[in-house]
């Protein structure tokens, strides 16, 4: 096929097919990560036409800057959301292959029929674009992993999921304290980081209150020193 996929600005088809073959060959022998790049791939690869587009991230103002922490004032958005159970590194896999799979066409179309009658279901699937981060937290003693929807879609718009594990949401607007990192994803260097975040949060004085969130900008095969990763936690700053 031609053209060039939206969410992974300059490839064509062939040039990702071909970076796709190699990364497969060499996780061949990781089951965990060959899932999370599949999915990954099946996620980007859904936007085929003209010239690239930027993957759309939530809306956000920032309050506060201080070296690599920000306090950010976040707009509502909506969320895609799955829990799984399993440790740290395997739930990220598991739970972005089933939104990989929404987003990809595994949904119902909703088509409202008239102004006033109830919305309707139709055996067509509808194919949703691939923003960023994809987020993780832990919450009740699962694993909370998010999509973001896109913001041209409303939750009377997005497609009904196929995959009951699957629930859309409204984020209401927040406060939330931020670190940015580069690296690699491993738990280690995610526990470090969430503790400095909640440090600087009880040095600014500020109440937290959610659970961290570990947010991802970039798919598997981006090398670790340009990979953009994020600890966020919502907080309360009066």
């Not at 053209?3 to 064509?12: D, F, V």
């Not at 509502?76 to 740290?88: C, K, L, M, N, R």
């Not at 009740?140 to 998010?146: D, E, L, S, V």
């Amino acid at each position: 096929r031609k053209g060039k996929n939206l969410n992974c600005p300059g490839l064509s088809w062939s040039q990702l097919e071909k970076k796709t073959q190699y990364w497969t060959q060499i996780m061949n022998n990781d089951s965990k990560n060959k899932t999370f790049l599949l999915a990954f791939i099946t996620a980007s690869i859904i936007s085929v036409g003209p010239p690239a587009m930027a993957i759309e991230e939530p809306s956000y103002r920032i309050m506060t800057t201080e070296g690599n922490f920000e306090l950010r004032q976040y707009s509502p958005y909506i969320v895609a959301e799955t829990y799984v159970e399993g440790d740290f590194e395997a739930v990220g896999s598991e739970g972005f292959r089933r939104l990989a799979d929404y987003i990809g066409g595994k949904n119902t179309k909703k088509e409202s029929i008239s102004m006033t009658a109830p919305v309707s279901q139709k055996p067509a699937s509808e194919k949703i674009a691939m923003t960023s981060p994809v987020s993780q937290a832990r919450e009740n003693g699962q694993w909370r992993i998010a999509f973001m929807m896109p913001s041209a879609y409303t939750m009377e718009t997005l497609p009904t999921p196929d995959d009951d594990r699957i629930v859309l949401r409204e984020e209401d607007a927040k406060i939330v304290a931020a670190i940015r990192y580069s690296g690699t994803w491993g738990k280690e260097r995610y526990e470090s980081h969430a503790n400095k975040l909640m440090d600087w949060i009880a040095k600014k004085g500020w109440k937290m209150t959610g659970t961290p969130i570990w947010a991802r900008y970039n798919p598997p095969f981006t090398p670790w020193f340009m990979r953009k990763n994020e600890i966020l936690i919502p907080v309360q700053i009066q």
